[in-house]
């Protein structure tokens, strides 16, 4: 078994697992955090597995800068534009599942 095969958001993008979407395209998969850490907390996701965000990069950095033009595009639908984009990258910096995620915070004036 492969680590995509065992990976919870690929099942998720899979239709597996419930998730409230927010956006999806051909290569790119958005939804709601079901522990939120912002008014609006949106997970967007490549389709394609990789464990995070320097891997991501390296592989396809296309697909990165995508990532973070659905990200605006989210905010500027679900806020008025402001958003905060994080990648927590290996276990010791919060990274609790392993295949890249951006996570999108808005809605709401955030502190620093």
Same mark, same amino acid.
């Given at each position: 078994?492969?680590?995509?095969?065992?990976?919870?958001?690929?099942?998720?993008?899979?239709?597996? $697992?419930?998730?409230? &979407?927010? +956006?999806?395209?051909?290569?790119?998969? /958005?939804?709601? #955090?079901?522990?939120?850490? =912002?008014? @609006?907390?949106?997970? $967007?996701?490549?389709? &394609?597995? +990789?464990?995070?965000?320097?891997?991501? /990069?390296?592989? #396809?950095?296309?697909?990165? =800068?995508? @990532?973070?033009?659905?990200?605006?595009?989210?905010?500027?639908?679900?806020?008025?534009?402001?958003?905060?984009?994080?990648?927590?990258?290996?276990?010791?910096?919060?990274?609790?599942?392993?295949?890249?995620?951006?996570?999108?915070?808005?809605?709401?004036?955030?502190?620093?």
């Amino acid at each position: 078994m492969s680590e995509a095969d065992d990976c919870l958001f690929c099942k998720i993008i899979a239709g597996q $697992i419930p998730s409230s &979407k927010v +956006y999806e395209d051909d290569t790119t998969y /958005a939804f709601n #955090d079901i522990n939120p850490k =912002a008014k @609006i907390h949106v997970l $967007i996701v490549p389709k &394609k597995h +990789y464990a995070n965000v320097a891997e991501l /990069a390296a592989a #396809d950095p296309a697909e990165l =800068a995508h @990532i973070a033009e659905v990200a605006q595009h989210i905010a500027d639908e679900r806020f008025h534009g402001a958003f905060r984009l994080v990648f927590n990258t290996g276990l010791d910096a919060g990274q609790t599942v392993f295949h890249v995620h951006a996570h999108v915070l808005t809605g709401e004036v955030l502190d620093e």
